[in-house]
């Protein structure tokens, strides 16, 4: 393997969420390791930003912004239509928080994505544009920011795909995997950006995905 490709690892579990700094996915249990101590035990995902004291809570079509401090509710913000899967036996819909508060959420259920704004809570839609299995009826499961925040990584757990994302053209571009990692519940990039956690519902093995130098492949091997 040459050490100029990108290692993603992958982990796939009883439908983890990984939390990252900050993140979990509820109600599905995880391992105490990776569980904010949150009592939003109904939301989909949950995001604590402490540098500005919120906690950001991921329901059926709408964020909610919550006082760290007091628990009180500081705003509710609507998803523009809004499409998530809503059932039990699919992954969730995503939540990722950039180093300025701001969010990216994601359905489940098609290829869209919502920004909100951490200070003004002003919202934008995506209605991303894939470059591949355009005739498939998916939605992005799991999504994960570089570690400089230049690249979003979106993962499909009907497909089994893993993404590249450009906000700014509305495009996402298909990773080529050599197995497909279906279920794909959470990504979470490690520390030093040279590897990529995917949790996988319903399974315990473990997979390490190797990425080409221009992230246009990806060879997924178990250890």
Avoid at 92 to 97: E, F, S, T
Avoid at 149 to 167: K, M, P, Q
């Amino acid at each position: 393997m040459s050490k100029c490709q990108a290692a993603v690892v992958v982990l796939i579990a009883a439908a983890i969420a990984f939390t990252g700094c900050s993140e979990t996915q509820a109600p599905i249990a995880e391992p105490s390791s990776l569980r904010e101590d949150t009592a939003a035990a109904d939301a989909l995902r949950v995001k604590t930003d402490l540098a500005r004291g919120r906690r950001w809570e991921l329901r059926w079509g709408a964020v909610s912004a919550y006082d760290v401090a007091s628990g009180q509710l500081v705003r509710r913000v609507p998803l523009p239509r809004a499409s998530f899967a809503g059932t039990g036996l699919t992954c969730r819909p995503d939540m990722v928080m950039n180093r300025f508060g701001g969010l990216i959420v994601s359905s489940d259920a098609q290829p869209t994505l919502w920004r909100v704004s951490p200070s003004h809570f002003e919202i934008e839609r995506f209605d991303i544009v894939v470059d591949s299995d355009r005739e498939k009826d998916f939605g992005f499961s799991a999504l994960a920011w570089s570690a400089d925040e230049r690249v979003l990584y979106a993962a499909s757990a009907a497909t089994g795909t893993l993404w590249r994302i450009d906000l700014e053209s509305g495009t996402a571009a298909k990773i080529e995997l050599s197995s497909p990692i279906l279920g794909a519940c959470g990504l979470e990039v490690a520390a030093g950006n040279a590897a990529l956690h995917v949790a996988i519902g319903s399974s315990d093995s473990l997979y390490r995905v190797f990425l080409s130098p221009d992230l246009a492949r990806g060879t997924v091997e178990s250890y």
